[in-house]
């Protein structure tokens, strides 16, 4: 008998193969689904389309008012009982900044190309994140989502490339929650397997008509970070990184569970594609919307990522309203999202799952899902825990 990491998936009408292990299920979430996006296009309210860059503006007036008031009270007062209030308030701020700079790339922000770069370099730069470099790869993300050998973000590893990976590289990657703090090394380095930087106008990720716009981003990038050096300077280090620094790691955390959780741990494993079988359809569909509490608000509805994926030029402030009005038209496709509490703690049971599960895919077959890795002792505790509980 092979080891259960050497099984490559299949998938048929009534049931998934994961592993080797035939799940039967009701419904195959890697079947050719039974409408187009025309279907779902035509389901949405026309309203739901207009963009409204004073609506827009005001998301961020209301965003930079919150973050500078949390500053000034967290100067003034100065105390430990109110710092760990502080940074995790102020990182989950920084993130909210980073969806409207996200907004922009997309040009949901509005119609009108020069205020979303103006407003997507403020938002972004202030953040630490090359705006134009993101912004292209954060399209070709979109445009090939669900793609094993074309999508860009928190994208499945082959077995070949996983198996290839040094002992340190598995730990960074599958271990909580180094994982969380993985966007900066990616901005810079890439996913393993993929080569250059955002912030490199000649890397690979980008055309030769992109690199002016990538200079300028990594540019005013750099003024970002001089000048958080030079406030270090004048005001001291360990001021600069009460106020920023904790607050700028509180938000890659947010980042990088957010952004992998829209794709990750659902309760059944979801089909990634290859080849003649991926469509922009089928790749969209395997996106999973999230519920996140008061948080929902406050980082603008991402969460809501179904529709945003398949509609990326729609303004956050409808997506919920399309969602609703499309549910019909995806019907099983569309996976409702466990009903959070005032704040999401249930999703960091899916978190700590996935990534003690979701390893790598084969490196053949044009419809794959995640396998598992049983030799590291790491994953082996949380996939046993994930076990006993649906025993």
Excluded at 19 to 26: H, I, P, R
Aim: charged letters at 15%.
């Amino acid at each position: 008998m092979s080891p259960p990491n050497s099984m490559s998936p299949t998938t048929n009408g009534n049931g998934v193969a994961m592993n080797g292990a035939k799940k039967q299920l009701d419904f195959d979430p890697s079947a050719a689904p039974p409408f187009k996006i025309a279907d779902i296009r035509a389901a949405i309210p026309p309203h739901c389309w207009v963009k409204n860059p004073w609506r827009s503006l005001s998301y961020v007036l209301r965003d930079l008012l919150v973050i500078l008031s949390f500053a000034v009270a967290a100067a003034k007062l100065d105390s430990w009982t109110f710092w760990p209030l502080y940074w995790v308030a102020q990182g989950t701020m920084f993130w909210a900044v980073f969806v409207l700079g996200h907004d922009c790339g997309h040009g949901s922000f509005s119609d009108i190309w020069l205020l979303n770069n103006v407003m997507g370099h403020i938002l972004h730069s202030s953040i630490l994140v090359p705006y134009h470099g993101w912004r292209i790869s954060h399209k070709t993300h979109h445009q090939n989502h669900g793609n094993v050998e074309k999508d860009e973000s928190w994208v499945p590893l082959p077995e070949k490339v996983y198996k290839s990976l040094d002992t340190s590289t598995k730990f960074m990657r599958f271990t909580i929650p180094l994982p969380m703090f993985a966007y900066p090394i990616y901005l810079w380095t890439r996913s393993p397997g993929k080569k250059g930087s955002h912030f490199n106008p000649y890397s690979d990720l980008f055309a030769p008509n992109e690199r002016a716009a990538v200079l300028i981003s990594t540019l005013c990038w750099t003024a970002m970070a001089l000048l958080l050096c030079y406030s270090s300077f004048i005001y001291g280090f360990a001021p600069v990184l009460k106020i920023y620094g904790v607050p700028y790691l509180i938000f890659v955390a947010w980042l990088d569970m957010v952004t992998y959780l829209h794709h990750h741990g659902y309760e059944q494993k979801l089909p990634w594609y290859r080849g003649k079988e991926w469509s922009y359809l089928r790749g969209g569909l395997t996106t999973v919307d999230r519920d996140y509490g008061v948080i929902n608000n406050i980082h603008h509805d991402i969460g809501t990522h179904v529709i945003h994926h398949l509609f990326p030029q729609m303004p956050h402030y409808h997506l919920v309203e399309a969602t609703q009005a499309a549910k019909h038209v995806l019907g099983k496709y569309y996976r409702e999202p466990k009903k959070s509490g005032p704040f999401p703690f249930h999703l960091f049971g899916y978190l700590v799952r996935s990534l003690g599960e979701d390893h790598y895919v084969s490196d053949t077959g044009d419809v794959v899902f995640y396998q598992s890795d049983p030799h590291i002792p790491k994953f082996r505790t949380s996939s046993a825990t994930t076990k006993s509980k649906s025993s």
